[in-house]
Structure formats: structure tokens, C-alpha cells
């Protein structure tokens, strides 16, 4: 067997059962790895109608064929379960170099069960697994948790969540290497469910390549890709995410106090360049990574300096809440690293309970006349994300995301979110394939499953009329495929820049002795893509969800270069679905999972 | 009358966040990066007085008077 290991680690948190199994290699290459694989695994075992925090829910951690190789990029993971924030699957990918390690330590993926009777953690040593008290972590934020891991397994790496996984927010991230964060869908409360506190992992293990001279010329050429891209070679190491700031500002799709404004003008003070200017102190590049957008910056929080913002947590702490500090910004990424809270969605819930107390739904005296949750008071927003971590006072409300936030006043259409995961930093009322993307997210709310962005707005392959209709559901539909291939093979999908779909066939062959074409590996993100919906159409999700907050479907933009637009996502829906091969309500027909593989 | 050039990214050095220039009718996209010194292969979106657009394409718009263009090279992320 070529790429993969060949074994599943299975850990149960209620009998303490170790096991391990082989790899069906078949169902593997079928599904790839990554977001397919494990997919594939989690759905094949659990109940769609499962309580996401019950002991029957299952949460998988997996690599994929490309994880641990010389490919650039290959370090990452994908957590996949049922996600206790939208009842959606979750699949929630980190990079760092814990993917890696996964892969090193002999395994493709663990499946975890059960629930432990108290606090403990998984220690994985290639054949050596152990089920650990964790009793001493419980409570600890991420740092302190990871240096006390660090010091019990030398030379492991380590994965945790924070306080806000352990009491089950819905928006609690997992975090590897303290600073990278399988963020979005709340997986991290999943493990706060099963009294899982951490897994570390070491091993010196190598997946066997079945073309070696193959696979050096391909990574030769992918790399030389990279390096020449203006994007991968160029602006992403050296401005890193945030340099998406000004761009998308520029354009008018800033989201700007709860997407009630589309442009920030003060919005400079949290870009890339200002970022690279004052605060940049290196990269901090990922596992095998050479674009290396990762960022390190000053902060008061370690002389030598702590992770930086990625764009979207820029937005969400600056133009979002109507304050333009770098410093916040950073300290916010901070004390969500700490927490082990999604930057997106605890920003976002911060900016729903601003407009909610705009418009007098939430009042001081809710507050316990605690700091005021006021667009523009920078003062509010670490002291709020602490008791929103920690669950303490109205930061338990808080704690539970905008939707649920929202929709406890009785005013749900405050959330900026769709199927209750809060959108990330684009308005689609201006750029009209995206938001055609966030409305039929498999997981709900979210840029990084077709990045329509890329089109749209930065001209990349080619620039699209932001605001023409035409295609859109063409466009949406290849993006989401590819995006399912890329994220099933453990490479980042910021390759995505500069590679194609036919450099991840020929990276797969070389290592797994495929012959896959372009057409081939993107037949596999349908799959992919086909089996998620299926899912989620089991687990009780209505077609009816595949839609946008009303303010993005009813209200133009008030002002600038996006002004007067809605999105006109009733004309654009019918032709998604349609090129989908689904029904008009939908709904996959049998024909297309057919030819498929999917019945 | 003038009008505003605001660059962005790597487009800043040498040059500064924004360059004032005077206005002369009819003036184009073109003529304001030759005299910038940029190419256009090297722009990746471009902007005129609010409105976006293929580069080749809003490179041949005319400039409003008191109007701005904002030029970007290849950026990305999310």
C-alpha cells in the first residue's frame, strides 16, 4: 500500500479499548483522504441523527496521502464529526505540523468513541497508545496545557483544546502547536464532550512512495509553481492573509459593523502592510510549507513574540466591531488561541451582540453593568471573549454563537450566518458567486470551501464580473470539487493559488501509483461533495437552509462601490442545483449518485 | 484638479500609499502606470473611481476628474 500507512487507530474513551485496523486501501483511494476519507469513515459508523455531545458521536482525526510526503504543504489534518454548532458534518482542517506527525507515528486516522469518565489524554508513540489522566490540564488554556504536554512527551506534538471546548461552546476550536486551530464548527467542544482534554504524537515512521523519482519531479515542479506565482511567491509570504484587507475593502465587500456597512475607512490600520510594517517580526511557516504566510508579531503577551492574526480574525475584531487596533486584533487572536475559541465565530457573535444592543434588544442591565458591548469600544472585546470562553455571566449566552444568540431575543436575522455558522469577512451582496458558495456550504457559513474570492474579486485565474450572474453556478460548483480534492489530500488549499487540478492528480499518482486524471480527481470532490450533502440531509438539514441572513437577500448596500446591491441568490440557487445533476428541490437524484459511486 | 493613485502591497515601495497626480482630460489608466513604472502583466485588479473590472479593460477608462484609481498586484488568502 502506497501513501497511506495502512492503519486506523480506534480509541475508546469508555471501555479504554486501544485498537487498530487496516485501511481498506480501495475505500481510500476512492475517497482520497482528509475531508473524503474521513467522511466517508465518520458516516459509515455514526447516526446523522446523533446528538453531537452525546457518547454515541464519534470525532475523527485523519491525514491524507500527501500528508508527510516531500509535497509542499503536506502537513495538515481534517477533523471530522458531527458539528455541535450546525448539526451539519464538520470538517475542520489545521496546519501546523501535528498532521504530519499523525502520519509518522504510523497512523491514517483515529477514530475516537465513547466518553471518559473523567478528564484524560491520548498519547500516541508509533505502537505505544495510552489513555493518560488529564485531570491536572482540565481548566488550563492552550499554552499552559501544551508546555505541560511538552514537558510529559518529549518530542511530541500536541494537540488540545482550551476552556472553551471543555464546556462545550459551540464555537470551540481545537489547537495544535498552541497557535494553528482547526477552527470552525465547533469540533472542539465535541472533545470537550468526551472529557478528551489533548492527543500528542511522535514516531519516525515514512509512508512507502510508489514512484520515488517520480514524485521528486512532480515536487520539483509544484514547488517551482509556487515560487513563481505573484501570490504564493510573492504576496502571501510577504504581507501573509492579511493583505486581503485592503483589497476586499476597496471593493466594498468589507463587512463593516455586523454587514451593516461594506466599507471600513480606517481600515488601513489593520492591513497587511501596516501588519508587516510595525508588527511583523517573521514567518512562521507550516509543516513542508513554502509559501509561509503564517505570520509572528510583537505583542506585550512574550518578548520574543506570539502567533499573528490571519485576515479573517482581522475583520472580525476590526471592521466587524467597528474598531480599527492592530493591538486588539492581536490580543484577541491571542486570548482565542488561549481559549480554544474559532477567531471567525467568536468575533462574529461579539458583532451580532453589538448590533443587538444597537437596537436595544440586549441593555446594561443584561450586562450586569459589566463593560458595555458597543461598536467601537475596543475595551469590550477581550474582556467579553474571556467570559465567553469560560462560559461566566452573559459570556455564556455569548458562548453559544450568534445564532443562538440572536435567536434568544427572538431576532435571528441579526446572525450573520447560514445554517448557523457565522460568514467569514466577504459581503456577498458584491460578489455574487461567493455568496451563491456560502449559502450551499456543506458546512455552513464559510470561505474555504469554494474561495469565489478568487475570481471575483482578485483576478485570479481570471477576473469575473463580480456582480454578473452568468456561470456563477458553474464556477461554484468546480471550486467546491476541487476544494474537496485539496483538503482530502492533506495539502493546504492556498496551493490552490498556483496549482491546478491536474498537479494534485499528478502528486496523488506518484505517490499512491494511481493514474488519475485532472477529470479523475475532480469526479472524487463530486463524490466527496455528493456523500457531505447526503449527510447532512439525514441529519435533518432542509434544502430550505441553503440560503443567506435576510439583510444580505433584502437591504442594498448602503454606500460605496457595492452600493444599492442584494444578492440575488432565488436566481442563482435553481441553476446551482441543476448543475449539480440534484432535483429542483436539492435533493441528489439516484442517477447522479449513481455515476457517482454513492449508491 | 488632481487625481488620487492609491497603491497597495509590494506597489507601495519606492512610491508611498498614494500618489496625487494633476489631471488632464481624458487621461487613462495606462497613462498613470507608465508613470508609475508599472506594467500592466503585474497588476492583478485595478479600480477606477469605484468601479472594477478585467485589467486591459479599466486600464482604457478614462479618470473622472477629482476621481482615483486603486492598483493591486497579485494578492490573495482567506
Not at chain 1, 75 to 80: H, K, P, S, W
Not at chain 1, 165 to 184: H, T, V, W, Y
Not at chain 1, 565 to 575: C, I
Not at chain 2, 21 to 47: C, F
Request: proline share 5%; glycine share 12%; hydrophobic share 40%.
Amino acid at each position: 500500500m502506497f501513501g497511506y500507512m495502512g492503519k486506523i487507530l480506534r480509541v475508546n474513551l469508555t471501555t479504554n479499548e486501544v485498537t487498530t485496523e487496516d485501511l481498506d486501501f480501495e475505500l481510500a483511494k476512492k475517497y482520497i483522504g482528509g475531508r473524503g476519507l474521513g467522511t466517508k469513515l465518520y458516516m459509515d459508523e455514526v447516526d446523522p441523527q446523533v446528538d453531537p455531545f452525546a457518547a454515541e458521536n464519534k470525532i475523527v482525526f485523519i491525514n491524507g496521502p500527501l500528508s508527510g510526503t516531500a509535497t509542499p504543504t503536506g502537513g495538515r489534518y481534517m477533523v471530522v464529526t458531527k458539528s455541535p454548532l450546525t448539526g451539519c458534518i464538520a470538517s475542520s482542517n489545521s496546519g501546523g505540523e501535528w498532521g504530519a506527525y499523525l502520519k509518522y507515528a504510523g497512523y491514517d486516522a483515529i477514530i475516537i468513541e465513547g466518553k471518559a469518565s473523567l478528564p484524560v489524554y491520548i498519547n500516541i508513540d508509533e505502537d505505544k497508545v495510552e489513555i493518560l489522566p488529564a485531570l491536572d490540564l482540565w481548566g488550563k488554556y492552550t499554552t499552559e496545557a501544551s508546555d505541560l504536554l511538552a514537558e510529559k512527551q518529549p518530542g511530541s506534538k500536541v494537540l488540545t483544546i482550551g476552556p472553551a471546548g471543555e464546556k462545550l461552546s459551540q464555537m470551540a476550536a481545537i489547537m495544535n502547536e498552541k497557535d494553528r486551530a482547526a477552527g470552525r464548527s465547533g469540533v472542539g467542544a465535541v472533545m470537550g464532550s468526551k472529557n478528551l482534554k489533548a492527543i500528542t504524537v511522535k514516531g519516525n515512521l515514512k509512508p512507502e512512495i510508489a514512484n520515488v523519482e517520480g514524485l521528486k519531479a512532480v515536487t520539483k515542479e509544484c514547488r517551482a509553481m509556487l515560487k513563481e506565482n505573484g501570490v504564493t511567491g510573492g504576496g502571501l509570504p510577504t504581507y501573509g492573509t492579511a493583505v486581503l484587507v485592503n483589497i476586499i475593502n476597496e471593493h466594498g465587500v468589507y463587512p463593516t459593523k455586523n454587514f451593516q456597512e461594506g466599507v471600513d475607512p480606517d481600515a488601513e490600520a489593520v492591513s497587511g502592510e501596516t501588519m508587516t510594517e510595525k508588527y511583523l517580526i517573521k514567518r512562521n511557516p507550516c509543516h513542508h510549507c513554502p509559501i509561509g504566510c503564517g505570520r509572528w508579531v510583537k505583542s506585550d503577551k512574550s518578548p520574543d513574540g506570539i502567533g499573528g492574526p490571519e485576515y479573517e480574525t482581522l475583520w472580525v475584531f476590526a471592521g466587524d466591531l467597528g474598531i480599527d487596533d492592530m493591538e486588539v486584533v492581536i490580543d484577541a487572536n491571542y486570548w482565542c488561541n488561549e481559549l480554544g475559541l474559532d477567531t471567525i465565530s467568536a468575533g462574529a457573535t461579539l458583532a451580532a451582540a453589538m448590533e443587538l444592543y444597537q437596537r436595544g434588544y440586549i441593555t446594561d442591565e443584561m450586562l450586569d453593568d459589566d463593560v458595555i458591548l458597543k461598536f467601537g469600544n475596543a475595551e469590550s472585546v477581550v474582556h467579553w471573549l474571556k467570559k465567553m470562553g469560560n462560559r461566566e455571566g452573559f459570556g455564556d449566552l455569548l458562548a453559544r454563537g450568534s445564532y443562538r444568540l440572536a435567536d434568544f431575543f427572538g431576532v435571528p436575522e441579526y446572525s450573520m450566518s447560514v445554517k448557523k455558522q457565522d460568514l467569514p469577512a466577504y459581503d456577498p451582496r458584491g460578489i455574487q458567486g461567493m455568496g451563491l458558495q456560502y449559502a450551499t456550504s456543506n458546512r455552513g457559513g464559510c470561505h474555504v470551501r469554494g474561495y469565489l474570492i478568487s475570481p471575483e474579486i482578485l483576478g485570479l485565474p481570471e477576473k469575473l464580473d463580480r456582480f454578473d450572474l452568468s456561470g456563477k453556478e458553474v464556477w461554484a460548483k468546480v471550486f467546491q470539487d476541487l476544494t474537496a480534492v485539496i483538503d482530502s489530500t492533506g495539502l493546504c488549499l492556498f496551493t490552490s493559488f498556483a496549482l491546478g487540478a491536474q498537479q494534485y492528480a499528478d502528486m496523488l499518482n506518484e505517490v499512491l501509483g494511481t493514474e488519475w486524471t485532472a477529470e479523475d480527481v475532480l469526479l472524487a470532490g463530486e463524490r466527496i461533495w455528493n456523500l457531505e450533502k447526503l449527510f447532512n440531509l439525514e441529519a435533518g438539514i432542509s434544502p430550505e437552509e441553503d440560503t443567506l441572513p435576510p439583510r444580505l437577500l433584502e437591504e442594498a448596500m448602503p454606500d460605496g462601490p457595492t452600493k444599492g446591491w442584494v444578492h440575488k441568490l432565488d436566481e442563482l440557487l435553481p441553476l446551482y442545483y441543476k448543475e449539480r445533476g440534484w432535483d429542483e428541490d436539492g435533493i441528489p437524484t439516484e442517477e447522479r449518485l449513481e455515476k457517482l459511486g454513492l449508491l | 484638479m488632481s487625481i488620487k493613485i492609491k497603491l497597495f502591497a509590494n506597489f507601495r515601495e519606492g512610491r508611498g500609499k498614494i500618489v496625487e497626480m494633476d489631471y488632464t482630460p481624458g487621461m487613462t489608466g495606462q497613462d498613470v502606470i507608465d508613470s508609475l513604472g508599472i506594467t500592466a502583466p503585474e497588476i492583478a485588479a485595478l479600480i477606477v473611481d469605484g468601479v472594477d473590472g478585467k485589467v486591459d479593460a479599466m486600464l482604457a477608462v478614462p479618470i473622472k476628474e477629482d476621481g482615483y484609481m486603486a492598483i493591486f498586484p497579485p494578492v490573495a488568502g482567506g
